[in-house]
């Protein structure tokens, strides 16, 4: 998923100016009156963790005999053929996670960026780490070797991609591609966001991404400017401009690009996948994606403000925290009540009680530990500013 930027944020945000005047934008110290929240941002993220868990239950091929014992095609025959292309959901997530990174850092400094992103990604994948830590060791599967204690530690920095170390989770993945992704547009909102400094980065990365090609040539260039994840978060950002400027013939075409160099990539993953228990179709997996980048183009567009549910908000909420908790710990109740209940009751459990976990880790830890986070970052601040203006008096 990653993670899937996972939050679709209520940010304050101007109303859309004009294309050709970027520079008429509001200064980000401005109050800004409230933007509606994009409740068809949340039912589609909802809709991409949503696939991800039916898929790892349901829709992967090559199952052990420690989980269900059997392919999932011969227990769940009517939902296996679309459950096993429930994985592209997480292309959906990082669609979703260029859109919604403008949005949330429009006005902010990089300061403000960084301190969001934290907040909102550490506090529930700390838990997780910790859940997963003991699903391994009190619940193993007993076919495969549980992370070190090394690895494990290392699994609370959210960088064991470039350490080395074992996922303790398997979705964990996403989170690396989301962290690069990050540390990349800030490179932007240290400048500061407009119309033409966006646009121009989104080129410029996607290209590096074609590039990233010739990795054994430029090895730094295909970590911050992974082929396929990177087409995907520069659609969602040229959506963004859209949804914010109004769409224009240079946003279409940036769009048209990102799709391109998108079915590309897909396909030759789709390739890559064959004959691992994999295999998908080419066709169906292309049509799957590309309806994906218009649902979002439909949200840019304003064509989905008619959905204004406001469950979805809670739904939306409770996306993150799913991701990162179900698949460990829903294959271990999987392995533990499916002798006594049989196929469809222990599916039907198993995810039931995932979302309820998530539900009470938004609730009791996430929530909790960002307001408790927030609060002391706050003071800490106020005493660096005290300090400084103390600084300068002294001189």
Not at 132 to 144: I, K, M, N
Not at 229 to 240: K, P
Not at 334 to 348: D, E, Q
């Amino acid at each position: 998923m990653s993670q899937t930027d996972l939050q679709v944020p209520g940010q304050p945000q101007p109303a859309p100016v004009p294309v050709n005047r970027p520079a008429a934008e509001a200064p980000a110290e401005a109050k800004k009156p409230a933007a509606p929240r994009l409740y068809a941002l949340d039912a589609l993220r909802v809709l991409a963790a949503v696939s991800v868990m039916v898929f790892h239950f349901a829709g992967v091929d090559a199952a052990t005999k420690a989980n269900w014992g059997v392919n999932p095609k011969e227990l769940f025959p009517w939902l296996f053929p679309a459950a096993q292309y429930g994985s592209y959901g997480v292309q959906l997530f990082f669609l979703i996670s260029g859109f919604v990174i403008c949005l949330s850092a429009w006005g902010r400094s990089p300061g403000q960026f960084v301190r969001a992103r934290f907040l909102r990604l550490f506090p529930a994948y700390w838990f997780s780490v910790v859940v997963a830590v003991l699903v391994w060791r009190g619940l193993p599967d007993g076919a495969r070797t549980a992370p070190t204690v090394t690895d494990s530690l290392s699994n609370l920095t959210m960088f064991q991609v470039p350490l080395g170390a074992a996922h303790l989770v398997g979705a964990y993945w996403t989170l690396w591609v989301e962290l690069t992704f990050y540390l990349v547009f800030l490179l932007v909102v240290w400048k500061g966001l407009d119309y033409t400094r966006v646009s121009v980065f989104c080129w410029v990365w996607l290209l590096a991404s074609v590039l990233a090609h010739q990795d054994h040539k430029l090895p730094l260039v295909s970590i911050f400017a992974q082929p396929l994840n990177t087409a995907l978060f520069v659609g969602g950002i040229a959506m963004y401009l859209m949804y914010r400027f109004g769409p224009d013939l240079k946003l279409w075409g940036l769009l048209g690009a990102s799709w391109l160099a998108m079915q590309h990539d897909l396909m030759a993953s789709v390739k890559s996948l064959q004959g691992r228990g994999l295999d998908r179709d080419p066709v169906v997996v292309l049509g799957l994606v590309t309806v994906f980048y218009l649902l979002v183009l439909a949200v840019a567009l304003r064509k989905l403000d008619w959905v204004n549910w406001k469950w979805l908000a809670t739904a939306g909420a409770l996306v993150y925290p799913l991701y990162l908790l179900h698949e460990e710990l829903g294959w271990a109740m999987i392995r533990t009540v499916y002798g006594h209940l049989g196929a469809w009751p222990t599916l039907g459990i198993t995810c039931a009680s995932l979302v309820l976990l998530a539900w009470l880790t938004h609730k009791l830890v996430e929530t909790p530990s960002q307001r408790w986070l927030r609060r002391k970052l706050d003071e800490e601040s106020r005493k660096a500013r005290s300090r400084k203006s103390a600084d300068t008096e002294a001189r």
